[in-house]
């Protein structure tokens, strides 16, 4: 079985830093793109940041310049280190992972459960 586990989430103070991990397990021939996204009461899922196979990146505009992703393939793990973190930082964050379980298999996306990040004083 193929999944995708977060841990890292928690209260912190505006102007503070968090580290998300995200790590995929079990059956898995290549893991495409992975990354992270949020969601907030009253909005839809949004993008935070992703990281493709070959190495590419993508932020949200909210994000640039204050948050980082990164992926260590050999732990089949992505991070995001989010520093300078405002209010509206706070959501609950989900990891995304696009992954192929069997040489045979389609590619299909995998979501974590979400891990709660809290910005407030």
């Known amino acids: 079985q193929t999944q995708v586990v977060e841990s890292g989430g928690g209260l912190v103070q505006p102007g503070g830093s968090l580290t998300l991990s995200c790590t995929a397990s079990?059956?898995?021939?290549?893991?495409?793109?992975m990354g992270w996204y949020r969601q907030t009461p009253g909005k839809q899922r949004e993008l935070v940041a992703a990281?493709?196979?070959?190495?590419?990146?993508n932020y949200a505009d909210s994000v640039k310049g204050r948050f980082t992703i990164s992926r260590d393939n050999r732990k089949k793990m992505v991070y995001l280190q989010m520093n300078s973190l405002k209010s509206e930082d706070t959501g609950v964050y989900y990891c995304?992972?696009?992954?192929?379980?069997?040489?045979?298999?389609?590619?299909?996306?995998?979501w974590g459960q979400g891990t709660q990040v809290t910005v407030s004083s």
């Open positions: 079990g059956r898995i021939f290549k893991i495409n793109g």
């Open positions: 990281n493709t196979n070959d190495g590419g990146t």
């Open positions: 995304h992972a696009n992954i192929r379980s069997t040489y045979l298999s389609s590619d299909l996306d995998f």
